[in-house]
């Protein structure tokens, strides 16, 4: 198979990597840090909050036990201030397979953060039950604390490894005003937010998460609805009407807003929105993303879903072939699949983690000025894409040529 | 050569050098980037799915993603062994694809296991039309830091007046573990061709194609033909490989092991940018010359090369030295080299010399007070043996450049937009753009006597200097503590580790 999505620890520690007073050790071999990494928070350079213990030969033959102390300490001599108040150890393939004790070792060495084992071995789960352990490995933060005298939500499975998150979470506050305040947003928190999570009225839970959200509507009542990612016009309406039921807003004026946002884009896209009616369109993301995508697509922009692949189940060599069989012609996804997409001369779009070939930082893609942003690129995408370059009717050459 | 701006482009905004500073891709990477060089053949990573996910993009990939496959291992395989899925996908992608060859390349999961990788290949060999090549593991997980500072410690023995010798081999570099796979499992006994090499197309630098094909070119003009560039091509010209009389290689390890299976001598370049100008040009054939006995028709072709260009290399030469530059280096080991370069071969008039490094590079790298040492001599000695009067400043205070810039009328230095503020003009260092023959080099020559006549003034607008960048770290700020605590933190547990 052709892989299309992370193992266990991609998906744990992208979903620590927005605590920005936490510390993200793995413990594991060089790869799996720089893979980390690379495919996104490398464009956060300026943050980075992450170190491998590197795992070698000899910790094969003697175990990483020492290794994962000596991580531990260098963590917490290199944050001797408050900067850092806790260290997540990820755990990976290799010290699940010799059986390091990890928690043993967090038990005996000193040290002044806190420490907060996520056992993540790539070879035994996925990147959505990896995602699952770290975000349940939060509740231990979570304390009895008093509401906010707004109404309030958490936003839980969102990541500051998604291309989008901060700006698409920095737009639903904005469309919500003070009617309903972001109480923490995984992508951008802190221990002192995750300890007041309590403090929220509803958990939102967008993607993973859901294991979090049950502990913490059975421990501290604090309900939870799950949602689909909020993309388009109707997406967000549709959105703010579900909290305008669970937590007694009113949200007429804002979703009259956006009514209006909506026509006035459509209006000047009409021409091209009517292009894309009923045309089938191939569609890859991950559980965040998917199904508010396929929804805004389907119902907005009135496409045909030919191709709906969650990246974790993917097999890009598998896509491959569905795109040639459903005949899209568009793809939306992720950076890794552009290429394809160009082998294929279809008009792309990256949407959703991985972007490791793209920067996204002006706009987001929900609520008015998202949508219109969405709707930019997938128009700019079809204008742009080089089409028969080689000429109308090469083709015929190319069958000619092979019958030859 | 416009190939070389469009490589530092392309390649440059690929932030590799930034993760570099925290982390290190696993040997699988080098793997990849051998075997991608290769046509039609497909690559099989016996690895759990996040290793298959992550390793298809690397920075060594350039603009594309890998093609690899990946068996995702699962609880499983880890007690019974890859077996079942492994001979399933080499089959399937046999049947679908038809490749020439399959590498099977392992991941820390096999090599914990032990899987055996070639007993299980071997098994399903005759059933499929591909060659499968088994990639063997030389070290854990990737090659230990201990060769860079060898390397370091080489360079900083040696004398400046002889090219480097180094011993390093790089035993568990995944790209030397394939070329190593290609000795040992495709090549083939051949009748040797007297008058040919092959060349090792890896580690050129910026625009490494046109050069290697323009050396090419110059060979055979000299009666010597490039039998194969390595790895490059299909498994077929990987096979006649032995065909060649020498190999001119980068990694040396693969090269020693072809000599002792197929007795092919190989001439060994350990760092391709201290080849510079046209003596080291000359020095590189003549070295090629010796040995394949073609000294006469390789000296014939050079002093012709050499009469086409030099007078109006003098002339460049002449052009350049009317002006004082200020150079500014980010290490001292490379002093030597720069002043060749720009003082002896470009003709620069050097005013002075700052290097502006790392404090901490000697703990950094493992090396003690005498290699340092060592290094600051070796650049006084290179200023000298070249007649260059221009002082050396380490670490100079802002006030002490200042002053500098009062004795220069351009700098030459990198792309840390301090220097903008220095208001000077500015010539890029490209200290490894190394040239292997005339024409490329001359080509360079204009283009650096260009810029001198008329270096780039960077506008008091740009707007990367209303930051207070990080000296070293660029981009880095003062305050971004947490990411130089994460390099620190990488440092003290890898780069350290085999100091």
Redesign the interface.
Known sequence: ??????????GAVKMLSGIKDA?V?QHS???????????QN??K?????????????NE?VYGGHE?LA??IR??DK??CDD??KVIFIVSG??PN??GDDVEGVMAEVACSKKLVHVKA????G?FDSGAETALLSLFSFAKNCSKTEAPSINILGVSADDPYAEQDVAELQNIMGSKVLVNCSLHDTSIEALEKLNAAHLNIVLGNGVKLAQKLEKSFGVPYIQCKYPYGIHGMIDFLHILEEAMQVDFTAECQRLYENGQSLVRKTAYYLSTLYQLPVALVGDKLHLEGMKCFLRDEIGMNIAVCLDVKAGDE?NLEQELKSKNAALLLGT??QR?LARKMQLPFVGYCY?L??QLCLATGLIGGIGTAHLLEMIINSVLQQDYKTDGIYHQLLDGRGDNA | MNEFYKDCLILDMKPNSIVHRYAVNGKISGNLGAITCLDNALIILVSPIGCGFHYRYTVRARNKLNDVDCVNLKNQEVVFGSHDKLVALIKKLDAEYAPKAIFVVPSVVTDVINDDLTGISNSVQTEVKAKIVVIVSQAFSHMDKSNFTKNLKNTAMQKNSTKQVSNVLYKGCGYVEVMDALVEQVMEPQKIEPNSVNIESFLWGYGGATKLERMQNLLLRMGIKVNTFLPLGDIDSIKIAPKAKLNIVRRKKWAVSMKTRFGTDFFHLAMPFEWHGFDDICEFYREIGKHLDLETSVEKILQEEIEKYKSRYEELKTQNSKRRACIISGGVSNIAETLKAYHKNFGVRVASICVIMNTRFAEENGLDDSIMKRFFAKAEEAKLSMNCDAELYINPSKEKLEVLMQDCDYLICGRNPRYAKLNKPILPMYIDRAAFDFESFMEIMEEVSAKIAEPLQLSNKLLLNCMEFDDIFFPREEKDCNSKASRDIYTEMWRLRKK
């Open positions: 198979m052709k892989a299309m999505a992370g193992c266990a620890l991609f510390f050790l071999v060089v790869g799996c840090n720089y893979g980390t990494l690379i495919l490398v464009h350079n300026y943050d980075v909050r992450q170190a491998s213990t590197v795992i070698y030969e094969v290794l000596k991580g260098e963590v290199a944050f900067a850092i393939c290799v397979m010799i071995p790539g070879y035994n996925d060599r950076g890794f290429e991985p490791q070939d």
